[in-house]
């Protein structure tokens, strides 16, 4: 497994953007994403772990843990072929089956009117229709 340290900083710089739109970040942001930077930067981790009024070092406090339901997309795009080139997409739920993807297919104004010689749907990824 790589260690991908450029991931992590965009992460963080992105949060941190958000932060700093709000007009005063709150502490329940400001701790987590203190101790996210410390292993990538732990001398100035340290100095904002203080300077946010803890007297202890922040080495053995506990990693902050992601909570997957927030992480969880509403809805998945996906690309729809006909003939092979992409005409538009659509939007399903995550784990959509077949059957829902065909049906929301059949309600879409981009779907053919020509007759269809062969729909390919592999979920959570693409459609494609070949008409005849």
């Given amino acids: 497994m790589a260690l991908r340290f450029n991931t992590a900083i965009a992460r963080l710089i992105t949060l941190t953007a958000h932060a700093s739109r709000l007009p005063g970040v709150p502490r329940v942001l400001a701790e987590p994403l203190?101790?996210?930077?410390?292993?990538?930067?732990?001398?100035?981790?340290?100095?904002?772990?203080?300077r946010l009024g803890h007297a202890s070092t922040l080495a053995y406090e506990p990693f902050?843990?992601?909570d997957p339901?927030?992480?969880?997309?509403?809805?998945?795009?996906?690309?729809?072929?006909?003939?092979?080139?992409v005409r538009f997409t659509?939007?399903?739920p995550p784990g959509a089956?077949?059957?829902?993807?065909?049906?929301?297919?059949?309600?879409?104004?981009?779907?053919?009117?020509?007759?269809?010689a062969r729909l390919i749907i592999v979920p959570g990824k693409i459609v494609s229709i070949v008409l005849r």
């Fill in 34 to 50: 203190v101790l996210m930077v410390a292993p990538l930067a732990p001398h100035v981790a340290e100095e904002l772990w203080q």
């Fill in 69 to 85: 339901a927030l992480a969880a997309e509403d809805t998945t795009t996906l690309p729809v072929l006909l003939d092979g080139k």
């Fill in 64 to 66: 902050p843990q992601p």
């Fill in 90 to 92: 659509i939007e399903v």
């Fill in 97 to 116: 089956s077949q059957d829902e993807i065909t049906e929301l297919l059949a309600g879409h104004p981009g779907y053919p009117t020509d007759e269809v």
